[in-house]
C-alpha cells in the first residue's frame, strides 16, 4: 500500500534551517509528484512547492522561492524539504502528499511534521 | 496568483443536515477544483477531484459541483463523522496549487 512516512518533529531557534524527509514506499517512487504543503496552529492550508522525483525539477510558490529547497534521493525513496531563515511564523505542520503524474489532486499524504521555531 | 475564497467560514449545523459550502476562484479555473475533508490532529484526506468525481472509499453523500469560478461541495446527510474543517483547491495552474481557507463545521 501506498505510504509516506515523515521524519520527527523539530525545534530550531530563528536563523536556522530546517530538513524534513518524506519516504516513499508503495509504488515506483519515480513516476508521481511530491508536494509540500504547510498548516500553521490554526490556521488553512499553504501549498509550498514541488518535486518531480524522476528529474528532480522543482516548482516553488512564489512566497517561499528564495527560502525552501526540495530534493530527492531516488536511491531511498526519500523526498527532502530544507526551509532556511526561519522565523516564527515558519511555526507549522509540514505534510508531503503525492500526485499521480497526469492527475492534479493529492491522493497520499504523509502524516505531516510539527517544526516550532523558537528563541 | 489565482485566489479561493470559501463560504461561510465555518457553519453549525446537525446530524441529517444537508450542508452545502462554496468555493469562488478568482478567475475561470475550468474544473481543476478537488476538496479535501481534515480532521484535526490528521493530514487532509482527498474526497472530490476534477469537480465532481469522488474519490475511491469516499461515501456517495458527498458531491461536487461547478466550473468557472464557482464551484460546490454538497454533504446531503451529515454525519458525525463529517464535523470537519473542509478546504478547496485549485489545480489549474499545475504544478501550483492553492488552497481556499477553509470552512469549519461544528455542531450545532
Known amino acids: 500500500q501506498v505510504q509516506l512516512v515523515q521524519s520527527g518533529a523539530e525545534v530550531k531557534k530563528p536563523g536556522a534551517s530546517v530538513k524534513v524527509s518524506c519516504k516513499a514506499s508503495g509504488y515506483t517512487f519515480t513516476t508521481h509528484y511530491i508536494h509540500w504543503v504547510r498548516q500553521a496552529p490554526g490556521q488553512g492550508l499553504e501549498w509550498m512547492g514541488v518535486?518531480?522525483?524522476?528529474?528532480?525539477?522543482?516548482d516553488y510558490a512564489q512566497k517561499f522561492q528564495d527560502r525552501v529547497t526540495v530534493t530527492r534521493d531516488k536511491s531511498t525513496s526519500t523526498v527532502y524539504m530544507e526551509l532556511s531563515s526561519l522565523r516564527s511564523d515558519d511555526t507549522a505542520v509540514y505534510y508531503c502528499?503525492?500526485?499521480?503524474?497526469?492527475?492534479?489532486?493529492?491522493?497520499?499524504w504523509g502524516q505531516g511534521t510539527l517544526v516550532t521555531v523558537s528563541s | 496568483d489565482i485566489q479561493l475564497t470559501q463560504s461561510p467560514s465555518s457553519l453549525s449545523t446537525s446530524v441529517g443536515d444537508r450542508v452545502t459550502i462554496t468555493c469562488r476562484a478568482s478567475?475561470?479555473?475550468?474544473?481543476?477544483l478537488n476538496w479535501y475533508q481534515q480532521i484535526p490532529g490528521t493530514a487532509p484526506k482527498l474526497l472530490i477531484y476534477a469537480t465532481s468525481y469522488l474519490q475511491s472509499g469516499v461515501p456517495s453523500r458527498f458531491s461536487g459541483s461547478g466550473s468557472g469560478t464557482d464551484f460546490t461541495l454538497t454533504i446531503s446527510s451529515l454525519q458525525p463523522e463529517d464535523f470537519a474543517t473542509y478546504y478547496c483547491?485549485?489545480?489549474?495552474?499545475?504544478?501550483?496549487?492553492?488552497f481556499g481557507q477553509g470552512t469549519k463545521l461544528e455542531m450545532k
Open positions: 483547491q485549485q489545480s489549474f495552474t499545475t504544478p501550483l496549487y492553492t
Open positions: 478567475q475561470s479555473i475550468s474544473t481543476y
Open positions: 502528499a503525492r500526485v499521480v503524474t497526469g492527475s492534479s489532486w493529492h491522493d497520499y
Open positions: 518535486i518531480n522525483p524522476s528529474s528532480g525539477s522543482t
